[in-house]
T-cell receptor
Framework: GQQLNQSPQSMFIQEGEDVSMNCTSS?????WLWYKQEPGEGPVLLIA?????ELTSNGRLTAQFGITRKDSFLNISASIPSDVGIYFC??????????????FGKGTLLTVNP | GAGVSQSPRYKVAKRGQDVALRCDPI?????LFWYQQALGQGPEFLTY????????KSGLPSDRFFAERPEGSVSTLKIQRTQQEDSAVYLC?????????????FGPGTRLTVT
């Protein structure tokens, strides 16, 4: 099935550093979401973006919905050890019915060294 | 509970056995989705329910996969005659679908291992 292009695949950083990851698609999406998944758990919603160009923050996390509606990025500032996990972007067409289904990227594995 | 729950959390099946995976969505959530997550991959869509109606099953990999939500709440994903390639984490998500908010909330998943 279709998956979004997410990069980088993995990151190893020192505590306190900032992190940036992005997601691109050949298709337009009307909603972009960012999830974090920890081992043995389901994805947890971090940020949802609904308008092209929108910039939204959630604590140390900031995400933007690309103006072309084909990309999004996520920044994490001043990383801490509990930021460790796999970060997934997901696109959603919306506008009714099963257009609410999510198309996911392959994930970015983040490791933070204390 | 407040979140989506799934059971069992882990299931080991011998090839050829049938399995049933249960999802309890967040109370009042209209939409329910099943996803399959292979090792090292992002989740992939399987099927979608709005209340009790299964509106999209285009992601089900074969006719061995069957899902139901008879009363518009709890859902069951059934896999008949399991094969090794069915080994994956099966995730359930629910959504309120109100206004322009279509955020999906995931359960912890059921890890299925077919031996």
């Amino acid at each position: 099935g279709q998956q979004l292009n997410q990069s980088p695949q993995s990151m190893f950083i020192q505590e306190g550093e900032d992190v940036s990851m992005n997601c691109t698609s050949s298709s337009i999406f009307n909603t972009w979401l960012w999830y974090k998944q920890e081992p043995g758990e389901g994805p947890v919603l971090l940020i949802a973006l609904y308008k092209a160009g929108e910039l939204t923050s959630n604590g140390r996390l900031t995400a933007q919905f690309g103006i072309t509606r084909k990309d999004s990025f996520l920044n994490i500032s001043a990383s801490i050890p509990s930021d460790v996990g796999i970060y997934f972007c997901a696109g959603q067409l919306g506008s009714g019915g099963s257009n609410y289904k999510l198309t996911f990227g392959k994930g970015t594995l983040l490791t933070v060294n204390p | 509970g407040a979140g989506v729950s799934q059971s069992p959390r882990y299931k080991v099946a011998k090839r050829g056995q049938d399995v049933a995976l249960r999802c309890d969505p967040i109370s009042g959530h209209v939409s329910l989705f099943w996803y399959q997550q292979a090792l090292g991959q992002g989740p992939e869509f399987l099927t979608y329910f709005q209340n009790e109606a299964q509106l999209d099953k285009s992601g089900l990999p074969s006719d061995r996969f069957f899902a139901e939500r008879p009363e518009g709440s709890v859902s069951t994903l059934k896999i008949q005659r399991t094969q090794q390639e069915d080994s994956a984490v099966y995730l359930c998500a629910s959504s309120l679908v109100q206004g322009v908010t279509y955020e999906q909330y995931f359960g912890p998943g059921t890890r299925l291992t077919v031996t």
